[in-house]
């Protein structure tokens, strides 16, 4: 009897856990977002947290909580804070493309693609061998090709522009509490508040000669921060078409079925201190972006 009844609990507590799981999921997601997200403080919180949990009344799993969070985030309005759910269950998607540049004369054309973090070390060595191609043909201007990067890991792309920017801030983070962090360039290397992007790596010194960058509606977040950390230069200008509009600063957070939720904590600003946000960064010049590369080489051309 004893052993019987042993295992008639066993069950139950078992039975139990699909039912409550669910909540425990939901209110994981919830604390992130409520303690992250840069439009928390303006948010109804009792009231955001009642409609989700009636909205998984019947949930039996974590992934029945994904359209309540996903509504939780739509009303919170900012379209960069998403729950990617691809990842549940396994590793997240990356992304492992690299830079890679030619002449166009005595103009030297450097394409920076998007690039996830797990692969920014091969896209940093990729790209340190093109840039220095390059500089062997002693190029007298330069073209940074950010159309259709959208995103990533923004410091391999600074990693391999940086002898570009030069030396000093070239970019901010800010939040609805103040200052995040800055990020630029300090001896070569890329930083990022405290943190030093591929110290182990030497890139060439900084370059001078004008510099033309290139975008797109395809152009977003990191790329849009490699954008920002040229707006402002004095030999710096921008061609192309409006990006995305995700000039803001993710933080990704894993929750316990392996899904990703990448959350908005701030703003990225410019050296010169505009802000930028969920809005799309119109460049300097507006041109169709399959024109955007001539503009491009046109305006420079004056610049020498």
Known sequence: MRLAFLAVLLL????GEPVSAPRAYLDTALDLLQQHSVESPKADWPRLRAQAHRDIAHAQRPADTYR???RVIARLGNSHTFLDASAAGGAPSTVGTTPDGRMIGTTAYLRIPSVSSDHGEAYVDAGRRVFGDLLAARPRSWVVDLRGNGGGD??????VVAPLLGEGRTGS???P????GDWGVRDG???NGDEVAFPQVKMPAAVD???AVLVDGQTASSGEAVLISFTGAANA??????TTGFATANNSFELPDGARLAITVGHMVDRTGRAYGNAPIAPHTAVDSRKALDAAIEWLATRR
């Open 154 to 159: 923004m410091h391999p792309m600074l990693t």
């Open 12 to 15: 139950i507590v078992t039975a």
């Open 68 to 70: 309540a969070i996903n």
């Open 173 to 175: 983070f800010v939040g």
């Open 177 to 180: 509490r103040g200052g995040i």
């Open 209 to 211: 000669g004008p510099v």
């Open 189 to 191: 290397h890329v930083y």
């Open 237 to 242: 200008r921008s061609f192309g078409e409006p």
